[in-house]
């Protein structure tokens, strides 16, 4: 399996650190990864779209509803990112 370090930290502007490749103006969320996809309704950050999907339903009429992702099977937490099991293991960050 491939390993990955991402990290996620709290800026106020993503131009505070120019090693941020992504950023939440709702929860200050800023990460180092093309990789990561974060929920913009209830602010989780994921290891891939698989990982992503897994946590939200959608509604006949396409409304999307988030789940708690410790709820969710197959999903693992590590640090602040939620990752697919048995799919890419992450890295720990220095």
Same mark, same amino acid.
């Given at each position: 399996?491939?390993?990955?370090?991402?990290?996620?930290?709290?800026?106020? &502007?993503?131009?505070?650190?120019?090693?941020?490749?992504?950023?939440?103006?709702?929860?200050?969320?800023?990460?180092?990864?093309?990789?990561?996809? &974060?929920?913009?309704?209830? &602010?989780?950050?994921?290891?891939?779209?698989?990982?992503?999907?897994? &946590?939200?339903?959608?509604?006949?009429?396409? *409304?999307?509803?988030?789940?708690?992702? *410790?709820?969710?099977?197959?999903?693992?937490?590590?640090?602040?990112?939620?990752?697919? *099991?048995?799919?890419?293991?992450?890295?720990?960050? *220095?």
């Amino acid at each position: 399996m491939a390993r990955f370090a991402i990290k996620v930290k709290k800026l106020d &502007h993503p131009d505070r650190d120019p090693a941020t490749t992504g950023w939440c103006p709702g929860c200050r969320d800023g990460w180092t990864s093309g990789l990561l996809c &974060h929920c913009p309704a209830c &602010h989780t950050n994921f290891g891939d779209e698989t990982a992503f999907d897994k &946590h939200q339903r959608i509604s006949r009429a396409g *409304a999307a509803t988030c789940k708690d992702p *410790a709820k969710v099977k197959g999903l693992i937490r590590s640090g602040d990112v939620w990752w697919r *099991a048995g799919g890419r293991a992450p890295a720990r960050a *220095a």
